[in-house]
């Protein structure tokens, strides 16, 4: 390929990238913006490994989600003042205590001391799960957990 094509083929990605961060700007959809401009998703993930360019788009996407905000908003202003009653109830819902949802949990739980049949299988649990290293105890002849099973050469 030659230099003038090569030339030619940057600009052309450097203008491509340059128009879908814009269009993500004004459709914070990845899949819309790219059917806009022409790019593949593909593409788009491919130019993400480019770290000045996945910057690029994570500031564009947040400008057009704030865009979609903004206009969701207003539009909710505007239902509030004509009355709709499902506005209502989305605004108190969400922006006054008294009308949110809630989920009250309330427990009483003992604090008991576990036996030790109970901590000897904690133990044990928390060993098989790799979480605490295998504990002898101080019985010879018995481990809480088992070796790990040795390859001989032997297959069952």
Not at 105 to 122: F, G, M, N, R
């Amino acid at each position: 390929m030659s230099d003038d094509a090569l030339t030619t083929t940057a600009e052309r990605t450097k203008r491509d990238k340059a128009a879908l961060v814009e269009q993500l700007r004004k459709t914070p959809v990845i899949q819309i913006a790219c059917e806009k401009t022409g790019v593949s998703r593909m593409t788009y993930y491919r130019w993400r490994e480019d770290d000045e360019f996945a910057t690029a788009a994570d500031n564009a996407l947040a400008d057009g989600k704030s865009l979609v905000n903004d206009l969701a908003e207003s539009q909710l202003l505007s239902a509030l003042r004509e009355g709709e009653a499902w506005s209502v109830q989305y605004w108190l819902r969400h922006h006054h205590l008294d009308y949110s949802n809630k989920l009250e949990i309330t427990a009483k739980a003992a604090s008991d001391k576990l036996t030790p049949e109970q901590q000897e299988q904690l133990d044990r649990a928390l060993a098989l799960a790799g979480v605490l290293p295998v504990i002898t105890p101080e019985e010879p002849g018995t481990n809480l957990v088992p070796p790990p099973p040795s390859d001989n050469g032997t297959s069952q």
